[in-house]
């Protein structure tokens, strides 16, 4: 394999964090997944990404500064 090849940096990125990736292992109310948690705050982030826009803030038809 290459050395700047995807799987040669995901190898990198698994033994430099192996402590943080194996906590569940140790301490057993560490969920393995945070599938819960992201469906809880999703609402949060998608309401972020539509107010962002400007259709959502009434200036969907606003004219535009020269």
């Not at 819960?36 to 969907?60: D, F, K, L, M, Y």
Request: positive net charge.
């Amino acid at each position: 394999m290459p050395p700047g090849s995807a799987t040669i940096k995901a190898i990198d990125y698994s033994f430099k964090r192996s402590s943080e990736l194996t906590q569940f292992v140790s301490d057993g109310d560490v969920p393995i997944s945070s599938n819960w948690v992201e469906n809880q705050i999703r609402h949060t982030a998608v309401g972020r990404s539509n107010w962002s826009s400007p259709a959502a803030c009434g200036q969907a038809n606003a004219p535009r500064p020269i």
